[in-house]
Nanobody, 124 residues
Framework: QVQLVESGGGLVQAGGSLRLSCVAS????????MGWFRQAPGKEREFVAT????????YYADSVKGRFTISRDNAKNTVYLQMISLKPDDTAEYYC?????????????????WGQGTQVTVAS
């Protein structure tokens, strides 16, 4: 079992930055791929970014490439999402997730554990 707790969300002006954190507890964090997803009101949950265990292979949604960076610190059992040049379209609840595989890292169904989410609101 893995418990995930996100933090770092908030209200920011367009063009601003935020860093989200997700702290994991439970079974070995370093053996899980970690992902960030988001869900805006009235929309489906969508993939944002993911990072594998080991060498830390990363994938990003096209909508966030060049603006968001995912990273992990295994010593702190934490995964981060650094977000810059934020846009109003980035407004959503952001969720951290853990997966025991890396076979379909952009699919929410591949993730076994989820956090409760942290709200990001970008004002225009």
């Amino acid at each position: 079992q893995v418990q995930l707790v996100e933090s770092g969300g908030g209200l920011v002006q367009a063009g601003g930055s935020l860093r989200l954190s997700c702290v994991a507890s439970g079974r070995s964090f370093s053996s899980y791929a970690m992902g960030w997803f988001r869900q805006a009101p009235g929309k489906e949950r969508e993939f944002v970014a993911t990072i594998s265990w080991g060498v830390g292979i990363t994938y990003y949604a096209d909508s966030v490439k060049g603006r968001f960076t995912i990273s992990r610190d295994n010593a702190k059992n934490t995964v981060y999402l650094q977000m810059i040049s934020l846009k109003p379209d980035d407004t959503a609840e952001y969720y951290c997730a853990a997966s025991g595989t890396f076979s379909s890292p952009t699919e929410s169904s591949a993730y076994d554990y989820w956090g409760q989410g942290t709200q990001v609101t970008v004002a225009s």
